[in-house]
């Protein structure tokens, strides 16, 4: 063989290429030369290689040589010298390539591919060579080309594993790969092939990803699509799904965040394609895409957001993604309004979830606004998702929160989406106009009103592009009859602007308005008449306004769309007075509406009130008469049908609307200063139109003598009752409706005087002030008579009613007050002008009672004082409806300026009554019998003067108005009153909202509250302390502190045995502690509370030596008191620890959205979280000492099976599951737990003995059957929950090897066995007892030990015990009744034994 190799004449490198060329051709099988067969030869040819690296073109010559030497090898590739050959060729090629000798083009991948189909040949050893020169040059490598070597990687990784201990050599070299820097073009290579690299251990792949998505940074924008499809290729075959798709997430979320550029946005929407492509092919990298965001609400970013949109559009995902999205957004508004309520949390804390929520509104908006970068086939998605967002109706108090922080809430987040939506993406117009239309016919009212509400935002800022879509609306108004009426009234309303822009929409709506008036139901006429009141105001204000100027919007229309309504002469005032007219003859609730409507168009158009009165005086002259004795007919306005008597025409409010335009009339005409009118708050530059209105002068007048005709008529006349034929009941029923409307009419009367009163000159007032006096008499007398009050909303809404009215199915959710609560007939102005009279009043006459108490005038004096007790009443009655009724009209509504204004004018005058009615002068001695009657008047004045100011400052808090109200009450106390603030620290504070707060507690609030408890002015008392509740809690923690010790120092420093009064002391003294001092300050009230209590092994004290309030008369309650705050201490727990849960899941799954920050933040809520409940545990470790009753007893059994349960719950997450580091126990927690085990497990046990101890001597006392039922399930319950915590305990201490149980210890007693320690004097009777007990329990058992319940039932009853109806007497049932609970209570206790077990 050799000297055949050495005859064999040597072949050149252009012999060999000849030599392949011809083979290639030849489909004969033929052998090779000798030559290259012979080991000799090899040298030779591998220098042929080098010299054509040499050549001015290497890639052609390389690539041509070796592939025709790899062919030849190819034919004869078993052959151990070819093979040699094979190797020293690809080590050659290798170190030439790796050298930059080779050119990296398209030669040079056809030559790798080649090397790599007949790697099987080369030997493991020189594989691994070759391996090593490979990742030597992997400095070299910066884009794709370079890499071209590590093709070679798949092949030769497989075949190193086939070998021997292969493995362990693999895994070096992905390790040495790991460990080298990554170019650009390294990293795509290596995502590229990693697939074929076969499999690796899970920290290797989690590397591997991290890799990469930290070297993503570097990669050029256009080769991030391919990257993410090859990332999801990966992830579909099970590399690391959810650290690939969170990977993806994070980088385009956060780190691509801060470049917002077009091409980015692009890029994105190509890789939200892949993505949803992805999913298609795996619906698993879907789930994974949800459970990201479920998770960890840290990780929603506005790519999540587009991820989680785009996978919603895949059939399967719909629901799913969509729940994900709105659970999520709904966590961070709900978690934001819980931390900020919450007292225990720190500031930092409630940052991270006001920040939390800034980020989720962020991304969502985000996402939103780039959905026109290559990824409209998201836009469906957006549009789904924003309605459902309008769908769920949101807290009053979380739109309170979100207002007061800048954030947009849920529907208003709803509503940006989807006008975002409709202003850039044409094609989604039509369907968000279609859903709209779908959306309020099918939903709820509550819910529907936010489809109106963006109804009315698109109309008003896209006219033109809604213009298209009026074929669709005027199929909505369709509708119109069958809507809620609230919702109805609402649509047109919201439509309003659009039909200034549309003739068709105008008389389309007119159309359905004149269908609905003639409709049965009530509601559907309200709309109406709502509706046309509506129409002709938005008519109106578009003259005033000029909207026409709204064709030069940027947004123009065809001229066909461009139609303005030209109304006919007159305007839609004339066109649709027939409608106005049928209104007239109505229901009372219809006439009523169209009275106050009649006012709005008189607010917008001054010039309207000719025309509005020419339309009501026909009307009016129905119910007057000038030349009659009785000139007004109250009586016509009550129709009596089926029985039954209501009002018909509530002419009160009638003459009431009349008031109000004559005054808003006479306003256009004089343009009085502002001042003069504050409550209406308005400008009018119109002048009304030259000449006396004809009407105008009739109304004028007829009001005239109607007031001069109420002053001097009696009752009897003015109600023109006759003897009809109807019954007495009936009779009564008319004269009730009668007296309801003639008590408005002088409410009309008192409001027009206390408005004149306001401009009268000096010498008038007098005689105007005597006027309002007598007209206050009238009022109360008239009320006394009649039996009715207009403050009562119950009995308005009964006469009101109709006789054959149906009404409405829906309840009003939206604003459940509107339709029943009346807005009153006395402004703000006018009941701020009856306060000033009244205080005038009073001192006056309390100068005057003094005076003649010391003339012993005693008749005058009483006279005096019953006359301006009836004037104060009424005052204070007429202020607390209209402080209440306040927030029930809307802001939008024209009529809350006019008559409602700016209610804290009402402070100040409020204040100086208070201040008035307790500084009360003395009675005399001779006055002991009036004095009673005289203090219950005081008493009640001054807390309805208290109520009224509270619920002022609940209004004035919830409309941000609470510091200027504050500040004119301290400005009244400080003129009047002396009162010192300067030598304050709190009145040199800079934040003047601080200041005002600090300073009304400590100078008003608590010397009020001192003076009234001496005065023995209960009620008052504890009005008092709700109000500093209520405003200390909007104090920082330093001030809030102070008073929470003044309060805790006056429980210390008072002894009160007012029950009502403690508990409130009590809770002031607790609520305005923040935290953790307030459950200090309920740890040693309990202590106190244990004294006086007493336990089972000590004497209880009469009174408490540290807190004299403590006694047994106050004791109860101020143990209901404390339970109930530890119960909402309790129920903090429970959205904490799901909080907790959250950051374990986080911290065991290896989330890594800012994980180290994460996982401290979790920690410091999780250390506050064991804090607290120390705290609370130390709280209840008193109860459970103390002789509780009844009611207390189960209140607090309820409460520590809540705790335990929680801390179960608390105990299980400090489990960490399988395949996690075990972490140990924090020392809080094991200070938790040791805590928990002495001072409340082991008393629990004594204290639930001694509550059953203390049934079987009471077994005769009635309700003790029904009171043990109610225990088998708390009892066992609780139980249940102390043996679920120890079980996590005890589970705890096995994988962490700390004992958590060693200060537990096992009750002996579990299955609460009635211990035998009785008395002597007793034992005889008792063991009686105790015999026929158990006689009845082995009597039931014998006959059936499954039927617990049927044989309690044959105990309960005497005849269902046929031995002991034998045994027993007619004489003694009280026996037979004693024995029976006996009976009973020894089954219950065998039941426990088989359920419990014995004890332990």
Same mark, same amino acid.
């Not at 099987?120 to 080309?145: A, R, T, Y």
């Not at 000492?1185 to 929680?1206: C, N």
């Given at each position: 063989m ?5 005859a ?12 392949a ?23 030779t ?9 040499s ?17 030849l ?7 151990s010298?070819l093979?040699?050959l ?6 050659a ?15 040079s991948?056809k ?7 007949l ?26 080309d ?36 990554w ?13 074929e690299? #076969? ?10 990803l ?8 570097i990669?050029?924008?256009?080769d ?5 499809y ?6 579909s075959?099970?590399f690391?799904k959810?650290?690939?798709v ?6 385009f979320?956060?780190?691509m ?122 836009v ?8 459902i ?24 987040? #709803? ?6 939506l409709?202003e850039v ?7 968000i ?8 016919l ?8 936010s ?31 069958f809507m809620?009426?609230?919702v109805a009234?609402?649509l ?34 309200h ?7 509506d129409?002709?105001m ?5 003259k ?5 100027s ?11 769309q461009q ?15 027939a ?7 109505q229901?009372?609730?219809v006439k009523?509406?169209?009275?106050q ?15 509005i ?6 009307h ?17 306005c009550?129709k ?10 509530p002419?009160?409010?009638l003459?009431?609307c009349v ?8 306003h ?22 030259e ?5 105008a ?9 109607i ?31 009668c007296?309801?409307i ?18 009268a ?15 206050i ?19 308005r ?38 306060l ?28 005096t004082l019953?006359r301006?007790?009836?004037?104060i ?13 306040s927030?029930?009209?809307g802001?939008e ?25 307790k ?7 001779d ?34 108005q ?5 500040e004119d ?30 300073l ?9 509250i001192s003076?009234?408890?001496?005065l023995?002015?209960?009620r ?36 009160i ?5 403690v ?18 300050v ?9 004294k ?10 009469e ?9 047994h ?11 109930q705050?530890?119960e ?26 800012n ?28 109860f ?63 204290f ?27 009892i066992?319950?609780?139980?249940f929950q ?6 996590y ?17 096992r ?8 211990l035998d ?8 009777n ?6 026929k007990?158990?006689e ?7 006959d ?25 007497s ?19 206790l ?8 014995p004890?332990?």
């Amino acid at each position: 063989m050799t000297t055949a190799a050495a005859a064999s004449p040597p072949l050149t490198d252009t012999d060999i290429i000849r030599l392949a060329a011809q083979k290639n051709h030849q489909t004969d099988v033929v052998s090779l030369p000798e030559y290259l067969l012979s080991l000799q030869s090899h040298e030779t040819l591998i220098s042929f290689l080098h010299s054509r690296a040499s050549s001015q073109s290497p890639s052609q010559a390389i690539s041509e040589y070796t592939c025709s030497l790899l062919s030849l090898i190819s034919l004869s590739h078993h052959t151990s010298s070819l093979s040699s050959l094979l190797s020293s060729l690809l080590s050659a090629y290798t170190h030439l390539f790796t050298s930059l000798k080779i050119p990296r083009d398209s030669n040079s991948v056809k030559t790798i591919r080649f090397f790599n189909t007949l790697l099987s040949d080369v030997p493991v050893n020189e594989i691994k060579i070759i391996l090593d020169l490979i990742l030597s040059d992997m400095k070299q490598v910066v884009n794709l080309d370079d890499a071209q070597m590590l093709d070679l990687l798949p092949k030769c990784f497989d075949l190193l594993r086939e070998s021997e201990k292969g493995g362990d050599y693999v895994n070096l070299v992905f390790d040495r790969l790991l460990d080298c820097d990554w170019s650009k073009g390294l990293l795509l290579k290596l995502v590229s092939i990693v697939r074929e690299l #076969g499999f690796f251990d899970k920290r290797r792949c989690s590397e591997f990803l991290m890799k990469v998505f930290e070297g993503m940074k570097i990669v050029d924008l256009q080769d991030l699509p391919t990257l993410v499809y090859q990332l999801l290729v990966l992830a579909s075959r099970g590399f690391n799904k959810r650290e690939v798709v969170e990977g993806i997430v994070v980088f385009f979320g956060s780190k691509m965040g801060s470049k917002v550029t077009s091409i980015v946005r692009q890029v994105e929407g190509t890789v939200l394609l892949h993505v949803n492509f992805a999913v298609k092919q795996d619906p698993s990298l879907g789930q994974e895409v949800m459970g990201l965001v479920k998770l960890d609400l840290r990780a929603f970013n506005h790519f999540a957001v587009a991820v989680l949109l785009s996978v919603a559009r895949i059939r399967k995902f719909s629901e799913s993604a969509m729940g994900i999205l709105k659970t999520a957004l709904l966590t961070a508004y709900r978690d934001y309004k819980f931390s900020k309520d919450c007292m225990w949390l720190p500031n930092d804390s409630k940052d991270e979830f006001l920040q939390s929520v800034k980020v989720v509104e962020k991304a969502v908006l985000r996402a939103v606004n780039e959905s026109n970068y290559g990824r409209e086939h998201v836009v469906p998605s957006i549009v789904q998702f924003g309605f459902i967002l309008l769908e769920s109706v949101e807290e009053r108090s979380l739109k309170e929160h979100c207002q007061s922080n800048g954030l947009l809430g849920i529907e208003k987040l #709803g509503n940006q989406i989807l006008k975002t939506l409709f202003e850039v993406h044409d094609m989604a117009r039509s369907e968000i106009v279609e859903q709209c239309k779908f959306r309020v016919l099918s939903l709820k009212p509550e819910q529907s009103m936010s489809v109106i509400r963006l109804i009315g935002n698109l109309v008003q800022n896209y006219p033109y592009p809604m213009l298209e879509h009026v074929s669709r609306l005027k199929e909505l108004l369709d509708y119109f009859t069958f809507m809620h009426g609230k919702v109805a009234t609402y649509l047109v309303t919201a439509l309003l602007p659009l039909i200034n822009f549309s003739r068709d929409l105008q008389d389309y709506t007119i159309l359905v308005v004149r269908k609905a008036m003639f409709r049965r139901e009530d509601a559907v006429r309200h709309a109406a008449t709502n509706a046309i009141i509506d129409l002709i105001m938005a008519e109106k204000q578009s003259k005033t306004d000029g909207s026409l100027s709204l064709q030069d919007s940027s947004s123009q229309a065809s001229c066909s769309q461009q139609e303005i309504p030209c109304s006919t002469h007159g305007g839609l005032f004339q066109e649709l007075s027939a409608l106005l007219q049928r209104c007239l003859y109505q229901q009372a609730k219809v006439k009523e509406v169209m009275y106050q409507g009649l006012v709005k168009l008189v607010l917008v158009d001054p010039s309207a009130g000719g025309p509005i009165f020419d339309f009501l005086l026909p009307h009016f002259l129905r119910f007057f008469r000038e030349d009659s004795d009785v000139q007004l007919g109250v009586n016509l306005c009550i129709k009596i049908e089926n029985g039954r008597a209501f009002i018909d025409e509530p002419l009160d409010c009638l003459l009431y609307c009349v008031s109000l335009i004559l005054v808003l009339q006479s306003h256009g005409k004089s343009h009085p200063s502002d001042s003069a009118w504050t409550c209406f708050g308005f400008s009018l530059s119109q002048d009304n139109e030259e000449g006396k209105n004809s009407s105008a002068e009739s109304f004028s007048t007829a009001l005239l003598k109607i007031r001069k005709f109420l002053r001097n008529a009696k009752f009897e006349d003015i109600l023109g009752l006759a003897q009809e034929e109807v019954s007495t009941s009936l009779a009564e029923e008319k004269r009730k409706c009668c007296s309801l409307i003639l008590l408005g009419i002088i409410e009309v009367v008192l409001n027009t005087i206390a408005n004149e009163l306001e401009k009268a000159a000096d010498a008038a007032k007098g005689a105007l002030e005597k006027e309002l006096i007598e007209y206050i008499v009238l009022h109360d007398a008239l009320e006394k008579d009649s039996g009715v009050s207009r403050q009562s909303n119950a009995r308005r809404v009964n006469v009101r009613a109709s006789a054959h009215g149906t009404p409405a199915t829906i309840p009003d959710s939206c604003n459940s007050n509107i339709t029943q609560e009346r807005i009153p007939f006395l402004a703000t102005s006018s009941i701020f002008k009856l306060l000033q009279t009244v205080l005038q009043l009073y001192r006056t006459e309390c100068s005057n009672s003094t005076a003649a108490s010391q003339k012993h005038n005693q008749s005058s004096s009483a006279e005096t004082l019953k006359r301006c007790s009836k004037i104060i009443s009424f005052v204070l009655e007429t202020t607390f409806h209209q402080i209440k009724s306040s927030p029930v009209v809307g802001k939008e509504d024209p009529l809350k300026t006019l008559i409602y204004g700016d209610m804290k004018v009402l402070g100040p005058p409020l204040l100086k009554l208070i201040f008035l009615l307790k500084s009360r002068p003395k009675s005399t001695t001779d006055q002991k019998r009036k004095e009673s009657k005289v203090r219950k008047d005081v008493e009640e004045h001054l807390c309805l003067a208290l109520i009224c100011l509270r619920d002022l400052i609940t209004i004035s808090l919830q409309n941000s108005q609470l510091t200027g109200l504050l500040e004119d009450l301290l400005s009244v106390s400080k003129l009047e009153y002396a009162l010192d603030y300067e030598s304050d620290e709190s009145s040199r504070l800079d934040d003047l909202n601080v200041r005002s707060k600090e300073l009304f507690i400590e100078k008003l609030l608590k010397p009020l509250i001192s003076e009234l408890l001496l005065l023995s002015f209960f009620r008052e008392v504890e009005i008092l302390c709700d109000i500093t509740v209520m405003i200390g809690n909007e104090l920082p923690c330093k001030w809030k502190n102070s008073h929470g010790t003044w309060a805790e120092g006056f429980c210390k420093n008072n002894s009160i045995m007012n029950a009502n009064v403690v508990k409130s002391v009590v809770k002031l003294a607790i609520c305005l502690s923040s935290p953790p001092n307030d459950l200090f300050v309920a740890q040693s009230l309990a202590q106190e509370l244990l004294k006086v209590t007493g336990s089972g092994s000590s004497d209880s004290l009469e009174v408490s030596e540290l807190y004299p309030l403590i006694n047994h008369s106050t004791s109860t309650t101020i143990l209901s008191c404390i339970l109930q705050l530890t119960e909402e201490v309790v129920s903090d727990m429970d959205w904490a620890i799901k909080k907790v849960k959250t950051f374990s899941l986080v911290t065991q799954k290896s989330i890594h959205v800012n994980h180290n920050e994460d996982h401290l933040s979790g920690l410091g809520f999780e250390e506050n979280l064991y804090s607290r409940t120390e705290a609370l545990v130390k709280v209840l470790s008193s109860f459970v000492l103390m002789s509780l009753k009844d009611p207390q007893a189960e209140h607090f059994l309820r409460l520590a099976t809540r705790l335990y349960k929680h801390l179960a719950q608390m105990s299980k997450l400090r489990i960490a599951p399988k395949g996690c580091k075990q972490l140990l126990p924090s020392l809080e927690f094991q200070r938790l737990v040791e805590l928990t085990c002495k001072q409340l497990t082991v008393p629990l046990y004594n204290f639930v003995a001694e509550m059953q101890r203390g049934q079987l001597e009471n077994a005769s006392s009635k309700g003790i059957l029904n009171k043990i039922k109610r225990e088998n399930k708390c009892i066992p319950d609780l139980i249940f929950q102390i043996e679920d915590y120890e079980k996590y305990l005890i589970q705890l201490s096995k994988v962490s090897k700390i004992n958590l149980l060693r200060h537990a210890k096992r009750s002996t007693s579990r299955d609460f066995k009635i211990l035998d320690t009785v008395g002597e004097g007793d034992a005889s009777n008792n063991e009686a007892i105790d015999n026929k007990a158990a006689e009845a329990g082995d009597n039931s058992s014998e006959d059936s030990k499954d039927d617990d319940e049927n044989a309690s039932e044959r105990v309960l009853s005497p005849m269902a015990d046929d031995s002991l109806g034998a045994a027993d007497s007619e004489s003694d049932g009280q026996n037979v009744h004693e024995n029976e609970n006996a009976a009973f209570i020894a089954k219950r206790l065998k039941r426990s034994n088989q359920q419990f077990g014995p004890g332990l």
